[in-house]
């Protein structure tokens, strides 16, 4: 058959090397449910984070919310695929020159050495990824080998192989059939969690007016994992070290051994928009956290507690806060009953008054230091004290709903961290006028308000209602509107309601 130029060549090698990277994906991730291999988008999330200017991702939480690390996830992906047919365009040229059988293997094998010798190290696997287990070198090489059969039967099909008609017209055909079955098995594996993540949160699952007590299952939950830690509770011990004279390594049953208390507490994340879900109410149960640094010995030296949890995140508070602030525990149970391994089991840092990015979960280490520490997200410019901001969210009705004159009942939640709220105010004509409503005092000095009044509208037509808070400082709730980069989003929520008979 006549040789392929140069040029065509490389689009048919960039052809077959993005079938065979999305197989190379599919069977990575099936790897990874019946193996344990950790995905190189799970590997490289961390990495990736961290050269992101901050502001790009405040933006993309701001505006996709829970659906932001999917669409990393998928951009991963796709990057994955692109790079793999890069490599596949440049065995197609190389093969002008060596035809030999080989050759797809090699370069395959060039693939395997970047991902063992830069790509798992960078994502913290360690060289060859040898971190995970002995195996993990030899599982990536086998799906390297893959993608190197697959574009071997690119070669032959191409027809610059000695392979009859009959077996090249197969060939042709291998494209589709590979493509479809990758892209089924990322189906199966994927878009499930992804549906869950964009439409179907914890917090989504909430109907009418907030419970005072959010149940666990509808408790909001983010993480910048893409597959969180799951940890034996069993070999699982926390460290209290670092310039500390008595330095401690706590079992779980030690801890939960050690005099506890028990608290009501609202958390919210930093990234919750006005008006958002990402704001919940539990019962922890724990140690309060000035008592183990005091069993631990902390030294006058010490003056930043630092923490460090199973996935990499890091945080720090000043030890003055927490010898202020005896209602900081670190955590073993969630209304009554263990952590769930989305809320951080075994143990996990509670700290009210502060936005969540401050209280890691799948906490394995305490340590005492003369500094900050840490900070995953403030080294992507967030707040290094993100105190919550004052809020007040409007529950039901819900925005645009369309409502028959007569009585409607209005509610929702207020919050404004340690300080409390004094004061609720609601408007039924945009603003222009308040009225104060009531609401049930909280479970505790750190948990929301829930409020309630009765509207009557005087006729039909389109209302816009507004809530507003005070804090208990005497402080109005800020109105205006910003995002949630750097230290939490403000303004007030309002929705659109019809009134009609």
């Given at each position: 058959?006549?040789r392929l130029s140069r040029r065509q060549a490389a689009i048919r090698g ?488």
């Amino acid at each position: 058959m006549t040789r392929l130029s140069r040029r065509q060549a490389a689009i048919r090698g960039f052809g077959w090397g993005a079938i065979a990277g999305l197989a190379f994906v599919a069977l990575m991730y099936l790897a990874n449910l019946l193996l344990g291999l950790r995905t190189l988008p799970q590997l490289l999330n961390q990495p990736l984070l961290s050269i992101m200017p901050g502001f790009v991702f405040g933006f993309l939480i701001d505006t996709l919310q829970h659906g932001g690390k999917v669409v990393e996830e998928f951009g991963l992906i796709v990057a994955m695929v692109v790079g793999l047919g890069v490599l596949g365009a440049a065995w197609a040229v190389a093969s002008r020159r060596w035809n030999t059988q080989y050759l797809a293997l090699t370069f395959a094998g060039i693939g395997w050495l970047v991902v063992a010798a830069i790509l798992l190290p960078l994502g913290g696997a360690g060289f060859l990824g040898l971190n995970d287990g002995p195996a993990t070198p030899i599982i990536w090489a086998a799906l390297f080998a893959v993608y190197s059969v697959v574009l071997q039967l690119g070669r032959d099909a191409s027809g610059d192989a000695a392979v009859d008609e009959g077996r090249r017209r197969l060939l042709g055909t291998l494209p589709i059939t590979i493509g479809a079955i990758s892209l089924g098995v990322l189906a199966f594996r994927l878009l499930p969690d992804w549906y869950s993540a964009i439409f179907n949160p914890p917090e989504a699952g909430l109907r009418g007016p907030a419970p005072e007590i959010t149940p666990v299952e509808n408790f909001y939950v983010v993480s910048k994992n893409f597959s969180d830690p799951v940890v034996d509770a069993q070999g699982w011990s926390l460290a209290v070290g670092g310039l500390v004279d008595r330095p401690l390594k706590l079992s779980l049953t030690d801890l939960r051994a050690l005099p506890g208390i028990n608290e009501y507490v609202t958390l919210e994340c930093v990234s919750n928009d006005v008006g958002g879900g990402l704001m919940s109410t539990g019962s922890f149960t724990g140690v309060k956290l000035a008592d183990l640094i005091d069993m631990a010995g902390a030294r006058a030296s010490g003056t930043w507690v630092a923490f460090t949890a199973r996935d990499g995140y890091t945080e720090s508070i000043p030890v003055s806060m927490v010898r202020a602030s005896p209602e900081i525990i670190v955590a073993y149970d969630l209304d009554g009953a263990p952590l769930p391994v989305s809320h951080g089991f075994p143990a996990r840092m509670v700290i009210p008054g502060l936005y969540g990015m401050k209280g890691p979960k799948w906490l394995d280490r305490i340590d005492l230091v003369n500094h900050e520490s840490g900070g995953y997200w403030e080294q992507q410019g967030w707040d290094h004290n993100p105190i919550v901001k004052t809020t007040s969210r409007i529950d039901m009705p819900k925005d645009s709903d369309v409502i028959k004159l007569g009585p409607v009942s209005v509610s929702g939640v207020a919050f404004a961290g340690t300080r409390g709220i004094v004061k609720v105010d609601v408007s039924t004509d945009g603003g222009a006028s308040w009225s104060a409503v009531p609401f049930r005092a909280p479970l505790s000095s750190w948990t929301w308000v829930l409020w309630t009044m009765d509207w009557t509208p005087p006729k039909e037509g389109a209302y816009r209602l507004v809530v507003r808070a005070t804090d208990g400082s005497g402080n109005l709730q800020d109105k205006n509107s910003t995002p949630s980069y750097p230290n939490g989003a403000s303004g007030y929520h309002s929705i659109h309601v019809d009134i009609s008979k």
